[in-house]
Each structure stands twice: as C-alpha cells, then as structure tokens.
C-alpha cells in the first residue's frame, strides 16, 4: 500500500502515472525498509539471532525513518529485480 505523501511525490511530484504508480510503489515504516533492502546480507553481518550487527544499524538508522520501495522486472528474463 502507498502513502499519501509517497503517492503524491510521484503522481504530482514526478509526473508518474497513478496507476503505474500504485502498482508498483510500497510505503516503507518502522523496520520494514531494513527488511527490503538488507536482506542479502550473510549471516557473518548477523548476530546469532539473525539481528544485523552495529556496523549496519548505525550506518541505516535513518531507515526507521520510513520510505518506499519499487522493485523492477528484468526485461530480459521476466523475473523480479
């Protein structure tokens, strides 16, 4: 689901088409941009509990602050990016 303010930075903001807009833009809050973007990281960037180490909460603290995410198709393989 899309926020009102994500929504507006990229229908009215960007010129984006809303539809496109609303199939393909999540709005982040909390840890959740933690889990889209940092979910690659090896288990060595972990503690034993699967938490991230410092280094990596320190360095994305703004994250909590929330965000959007959208994600792509890779045109040559059909598969999600």
Do not use: F
């Not at 999540?26 to 960037?45: A, T």
């Not at 198709?73 to 059909?78: F, K």
Request: some cysteine; charged content about 20%; aromatic content about 10%.
């Amino acid at each position: 689901m899309i926020s009102n303010s994500d929504r507006h930075e990229w229908v009215i903001g960007s010129g984006i088409d809303a539809l496109l807009t609303s199939l393909n833009i999540v709005s982040l809050s909390n840890y959740e941009p933690h889990e889209y973007l940092l979910y690659g990281l090896s288990r060595g960037d972990r503690r034993n509990s699967g938490v991230l180490i410092n280094k990596y909460l320190i360095r994305y603290a703004s994250l909590c602050d929330g965000g959007w995410w959208c994600s792509g198709v890779d045109v040559l393989t059909g598969e999600d990016s």
